[in-house]
């Protein structure tokens, strides 16, 4: 079959069947490291390729948002030992992608056979680290002000000023229903309250394939870990003292976990290098 045979009668029936709603019901969430001295380039190929060929345009994946920690963000990461990024500081940008509910499976397929293709024609940018990278299933959405305001749906489009990577780790895997249902009914609605974050996604990572691209290593913590995304309506800078800090305490004292991970970013500007002078 040649790369022009796009097998066209095939699309007809592939949507008229199966789930088609607007729930995140999955996440691509994926933290890199450029290579020093491949930030721009890397970049460049990101943005005008790679965020569209190897994300955007696949199915199911209907919406995305890159964000970037610069040095002085990066530098208000904990914990300094962290299983996640080590050292703490590694991984300046971070993509976020949504994923139908229930097309997870139906989109894996495509993922993997794409870029193999992208890999195959010399379109995949090698000069980098994948520090975290992970689909993840959701499982809870956690909002400041209740009905009011952007749903989850929305998170990746609607312009907010930054968001806070956190990584939570369960003590066991039996503990994870436990630290979830303490998240999402005690401790996040106490600290969203006043705080200038919208709404907190919480998801799950899964697997990765076991024809995934061996650039990408396999995700650690699938029984155990929880990913929260918050969603910030205000610059990081400005309130990671008074809302930010202690996340690691918290979590501690639950008895149920432990953070890995705390990192805030804003969001990138499409079409521009704005922030790749301040990575180092």
């Not at 996440?27 to 190929?45: F, M, Q, S």
């Not at 994300?55 to 610069?70: K, Q, S």
């Not at 005690?186 to 076991?210: D, E, N, Q, Y």
């Not at 061996?214 to 309130?239: I, P």
Request: aromatic residues 12%.
């Amino acid at each position: 079959m040649s790369d022009d045979d796009t097998r066209t009668e095939l699309y007809a029936e592939l949507a008229a069947v199966g789930p088609y709603g607007t729930r995140p019901g999955h996440a691509l969430i994926t933290l890199v490291e450029p290579h020093p001295g491949h930030e721009y380039a890397y970049n460049r190929w990101y943005e005008d390729d790679h965020y569209y060929a190897g994300a955007m345009a696949m199915p199911w994946m209907y919406a995305g948002r890159r964000w970037v920690a610069t040095r002085d963000l990066q530098l208000l990461r904990y914990p300094e030992k962290s299983a996640v990024a080590q050292p703490v500081t590694t991984g300046c940008y971070l993509s976020t992608y949504w994923i139908t509910a229930g097309r997870y499976d139906d989109h894996m397929r495509w993922t993997v056979a794409i870029n193999k293709r992208l890999n195959r024609d010399g379109r995949v940018y090698h000069d980098r680290t994948h520090v975290l990278t992970a689909f993840q299933d959701h499982e809870a959405t956690v909002y400041r002000d209740g009905a009011a305001g952007p749903r989850d749906v929305h998170a990746l489009d609607h312009p907010y000023a930054g968001l806070v990577l956190q990584v939570v780790e369960a003590g066991t895997p039996e503990q994870r229903p436990q630290l979830l249902e303490w998240l999402r009914s005690r401790h996040l609605p106490k600290r969203l309250a006043g705080s200038p974050a919208a709404m907190v996604t919480v998801f799950r990572p899964t697997p990765l394939p076991g024809d995934r691209m061996t650039y990408v290593k396999q995700v650690e913590g699938v029984d155990t870990r929880l990913t929260l995304l918050w969603f910030l309506q205000a610059d990081a800078r400005a309130c990671w003292e008074t809302f930010f800090t202690g996340l690691d305490t918290a979590v501690g004292e639950s008895g149920l976990g432990r953070v890995e991970l705390v990192a805030p970013f804003v969001p990138t500007v499409p079409g521009t290098d704005r922030y790749v002078d301040r990575l180092r």
